[in-house]
């Protein structure tokens, strides 16, 4: 079964290259809105966006959807979101489309959210703007958060709890997938900030193997993307996870997500809007399109890094990237991938008493190890067959214009290849 999706996955691949009617769409999956914990209006959220350059949006609040009715406290909306929240907002839509209850300056003073359906075509333009419904599915275990997105939901799905991090996150994976069977929609599932609290390891994320991506870049605050002394960088997780999958569980690896996280919209606070993206290379601007891409692994993320064409040869077994160059900007390519006749042994990470850490394992540099750097806005692998997968990180010498670790640069990650049989 495993090798009949693999070939079928191919097929696809193969199929929307030779139709050529592909184009790189640019999303955000993960955004937060006064519906949770975001600090301004929903619209005004949906506008940054679509006036910055990005051709669809995932609406994720957490454990919510932009329905029904919900109105804030004007005190609330100040406190979260300025002392002049209510007139950008007016400004932004004019003052008849803020509707409000209760006294003037009371603390009875209440303004109502408005609900996706009621401003989604005040954006949605068909092939250059799209809305995808989500929700953050906010879980805890372990006293740690185990958080989802599920993107492209039909209604919301309650955390499905545990007695483990693994537990809820085998339970999410279940009813999302439940939801999407019923509904006959898909849905696509990534795993969101692994090293957030360090609350999934790589070897329980290997082990989900219906779990089919995680987010590899998200540019909100305590993400941990570097990790520290006792946890693994996003990337090195991403190795070990995707090396455990190929060598050990005969499934297809994970593919990375970039995301923004953004909750904070007024030039302030540790998690605004645009520190990273998803280029999506799709047949159209629809729901089920751009899943169907991503799904096959027809997307890259990026934290700035922008790309003209990625491309890989099953005749040939040639990995080609062409970088959209900036005048006065230099580009890294690494080769990054993990040998079939790799050392996979591990030993487990010791907290500062010696204490056996609940945290991904050590394992040795064989696993995700640079197979070649290239440098400038070309660059190209030939796989020789030894290899259990190759995926690529392309680094600039720009700085990241709302870094979240000292020096951080524009990167983009591109998916894994070599893997299928």
């Known amino acids: 079964m495993l090798k009949w999706v693999w070939t079928a996955v191919l097929l696809i691949t193969v199929s929307s290259f030779v139709n050529g009617a592909e184009k790189w769409y640019k999303g955000n999956t993960h955004t937060h809105t ?20 990005y051709d669809f949006l995932v609406l994720s609040d957490h454990n919510i959807l932009s329905r029904g009715e919900k109105w804030m406290s004007v005190e609330k909306l100040k406190e979260r979101g300025g002392d002049d929240i209510l007139e950008k907002y007016a400004a932004s839509f004019g003052k008849k489309w803020v509707e409000s209850r209760g006294t003037l300056g009371e603390k009875s003073h209440e ?33 740690v958060p185990v958080h989802m997105n599920a993107i492209n939901v039909q209604s919301v799905i309650a955390p499905a709890g545990g007695a483990t991090a693994l537990d809820a996150l085998k339970g999410n994976v279940r009813i999302v997938a439940r939801q999407s069977r019923l509904t006959k929609q898909p849905i696509l599932l990534h795993l969101n900030h692994p090293n957030f609290h360090y609350a999934i390891t ?13 987010e590899i870049c998200n540019t909100s605050s305590d993400c941990n993307q570097l990790g520290d002394e006792f946890h693994p960088s996003l990337d090195e997780f991403w ?9 050990k569980l005969q499934s297809p690896p994970l593919f990375g997500v970039g995301v923004d996280d953004a909750h904070n919209y007024h030039g302030r606070g540790s998690s605004p809007p645009g520190g990273s993206f998803v280029m999506v290379r799709s047949k159209s601007l629809k729901p089920a399109a751009i899943i169907t891409a991503m799904r096959i692994g027809e997307f890259y993320s990026s934290s700035g890094v922008l790309l003209t064409d990625v491309q890989y040869s099953m005749r040939t077994k040639e990995y080609v990237i062409d970088i959209q160059a900036e005048d006065g900007v230099t580009y890294t390519t690494q080769f990054i991938g993990t040998l079939t006749n790799a050392d996979l042994g591990s030993t487990p990470r010791l907290g500062a008493g010696g204490a056996v850490q609940r945290a991904t394992r050590i394992y040795s540099d064989d696993v995700g190890k640079v197979l070649a750097t290239v440098k400038g ?10 290899e259990l997968y190759v995926r690529a990180v392309i680094t600039s010498d720009k700085k990241h214009s709302l870094p979240t670790y000292p020096g951080q640069l524009q990167q983009a990650w591109v998916q894994p290849v070599g893997w299928r049989r």
């Open 202 to 214: 790589a070897e329980e994320l290997a082990s989900v193997i219906q779990q089919e991506f995680f």
């Open 34 to 53: 006064f519906w949770s914990d975001g600090n301004d209006f929903p619209e005004r959220v949906v506008k940054w966006y679509a006036e910055n350059g």
């Open 377 to 386: 806005a070309h660059a190209s692998y030939t796989l020789s067959g030894k």
């Open 239 to 247: 190795d070990v996870a995707n090396t455990l999958r190929l060598a």
């Open 111 to 143: 303004i109502r959210l408005k609900r996706l359906a009621e401003f989604r075509d005040m954006f949605e333009v068909p092939a250059k703007f799209l809305m995808i419904e989500g929700e953050e599915i906010s879980d805890k275990a372990e006293d």
